[in-house]
């Protein structure tokens, strides 16, 4: 078992081995130009990605004619939005009231900044609340619709909490008012069963690092038919991607992005048991062991390999230094040094010491169980001494309600 | 983040971990003092505790418990070395600027050594209070 263990598989996954071998004559023999339409070397090229297309529409149930290759999801959440938001504007640029756009307060910051930047131009923008559970239905979705709303963005899965939104019904929701439907499935895509067209998808943006292929790949799906989605290009040139996405196509990346799709399609099923027993024992035996731990999000309608998990009366940057083995994530940015408890955690109403004790831990393809059994032993065991540690646990079991302190905030 | 070796060895072997007894049990306590400060929500509270010597008025033993990151755990514990021996004058004089020269405590960790300036003061002070001392 090589330490540190990697438990961020939200955050990003390693290239699968196979991935890598696939991509690896797109660098030197066939290094062609897929636009290159008069020779031998473009033909090769343009095959390829033309490969790619299909594994990936084949991943989400599209028609290869509908994937558009980008570098990540956060370009395909920008383009989605702002070219779906420009396309279908009710007043032109410069004027307000140009229409209403409905996403949520847990999205990623790659919709949320988007959506942001709307507003300053002239959209209006519902920012839903997530249930201390953390789904979004589609009933909470109608109460937000109105006349003009042209777009609505949610999530599939959420990457902090990995809890689940009712896409199909949301999507069905927005095709019976007419409404743009994109999801961000970044987190979904290639690790759970995608039908566009049952799923009632109209935009769907996804990611080559976060299913075993490479950085700086992803795609979007754009809908054709039932309706025709069109956008308004934000990168413009030499009109590649039916000029929704102008530039030179990254093609060792795209075929990366394609035989990763390819991979997570065959072993999907396969992966989801095993992820999701692991995920359960490790859950499990934090839960038997420790008191006051907290599962955070819906405790079914979430991703079956993450989990998150505030622990009381131990603070998050500690415990994160105590489990110097597990390489994961945790719910308070102290990092950036600003000390912000999880803007996601928040919106669930967690409270900011929880929110700060949290850990995500999201497991993948090459993780074993021994690893599994080793990070619930760590974690158990440093929660454990920082508790010995915290003046709060001791009130705590001395039976002084800490929030009924005056504490002198500094 | 990267810590100090020092701070890292305070972590691992935190010194004077405990407190003198349960929080009613110090209450009433007159030899001891207790400075509890910082707060759950802003992620760091540091309860520092002080046992003086009456003859000599010197701290002859103090404990430490924290809930917070690395650093404002290495800087409760380093001040409890410090108090050890002490007279309360003395112990008063420590000043969070030598925490984070011994620590090498970064910019984003000064206040760490701020919340234990703070604890030594706090806890000094609720001994005098508690016996009567007029202090300016
Ligand atoms: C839900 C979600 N959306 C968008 C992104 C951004 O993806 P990328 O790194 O491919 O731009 C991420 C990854 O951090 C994510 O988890």
New interface residues.
């Given amino acids: 078992m090589n330490k540190p263990i990697y438990f961020d598989n939200a955050a990003t996954t390693r290239c699968d081995p196979r991935v890598v071998e696939a991509m690896l004559p797109y660098f030197t023999e066939k290094f062609g130009n897929p636009g290159s339409r008069n020779h031998s070397f473009g033909w090769v090229a343009e095959d390829a990605v033309e490969t790619a297309r299909r594994q990936v529409a084949a991943l989400l149930g599209a028609d290869r004619k509908e994937v558009i290759f980008t570098s990540g999801a956060t370009e395909s959440n920008n383009l989605a939005i702002k070219g779906a938001a420009s396309m279908y504007a009710k007043a032109p640029a410069g004027s307000s009231g140009r229409g209403h756009i409905i996403t949520a307060m847990h999205e990623h910051k790659a919709v949320l900044d988007p959506c942001k930047r709307l507003q300053k131009e002239g959209f209006e923008v519902t920012y839903l609340e997530p249930p201390a559970d953390g789904v979004i239905t589609a009933e909470q979705v109608a109460g937000a619709l109105r006349d003009d709303t042209i777009l609505v963005t949610i999530m599939w899965a959420n990457n902090e909490i990995g809890t689940i939104n009712d896409v199909p019904g949301i999507g069905a929701l927005c095709h019976e008012r007419g409404v743009i439907f994109h999801t961000d499935a970044t987190q979904w895509a290639g690790k759970m069963p995608v039908d566009v067209n049952k799923d009632n998808i109209d935009l769907l943006s996804m990611s080559g690092h976060k299913i075993y292929g490479p950085k700086g790949v992803g795609a979007l799906y754009v809908r054709r038919r039932r309706p025709r989605v069109r956008l308004t290009a934000i990168q413009e040139g030499g009109g590649q991607e039916r000029g929704m996405r102008s530039g030179t196509l990254n093609v060792p990346g795209i075929v990366g992005l394609g035989a990763a799709a390819a991979l997570c399609a065959e072993e999907m099923e396969a992966e989801r048991e095993r992820l999701g027993a692991m995920r359960r024992r490790l859950e499990t035996t934090i839960i038997e062991q420790l008191d006051e731990v907290q599962v955070n999000g819906h405790p079914d309608k979430r991703l079956p390999h993450l989990t998150n998990i505030s622990f009381g009366?131990?603070?998050?940057?500690?415990l994160m230094?105590a489990c110097k083995d597990i390489a994961m994530s945790s719910g308070?940015a102290?990092?950036s040094?600003s000390?912000e408890p999880s803007y996601v955690l928040k919106s669930l109403g967690v409270?900011?010491?929880l929110a700060?004790s949290s850990l995500r831990l999201s497991l993948g393809r090459f993780n074993t169980e021994e690893e599994v059994d080793f990070a619930a032993g760590q974690i158990v065991e440093s929660v454990r001494k920082?508790r010995?540690?915290?003046?709060?646990?001791?009130?705590h079991k001395?039976g002084?309600d800490?929030t009924k302190i005056e504490?002198?905030?500094? | 983040m990267a810590y100090s070796e020092k701070v890292i060895d305070h972590y691992e072997h935190p010194r004077n971990v405990g407190t003198f007894g349960t929080q009613k049990e110090i209450k009433e306590r007159k030899d001891i003092g207790v400075g509890l400060v910082g707060a759950p929500e802003c992620g760091d509270v540091m309860q520092l505790q002080i046992k003086v010597d009456p003859e000599s008025g010197k701290i002859e033993d103090a404990k430490f418990k924290c809930f917070g990151c690395g650093s404002a755990i290495a800087s409760s514990s380093l001040a409890t070395e410090w108090l050890k021996g002490r007279t309360l004058e003395e112990g008063e004089s420590i000043k969070n600027t030598e925490i984070v020269e011994e620590l090498s405590l970064p910019p984003v960790k000064i206040h760490c050594s701020v919340l234990a300036e703070d604890a030594i003061k706090a806890a000094i002070e609720d001994y005098r209070h508690k016996n009567g001392i007029e202090h300016d």
Avoid: R
């Avoid at chain 1, 009366?313 to 500690?318: H, L």
């Avoid at chain 1, 504490?407 to 500094?410: F, G, I």
């Fill in positions: 009366f131990v603070e998050g940057e500690s230094m308070s102290c990092t040094a000390l409270g900011d010491e700060h920082l010995d540690l915290s003046p709060l646990y001791d009130m001395e002084i800490i504490w002198a905030a500094h």
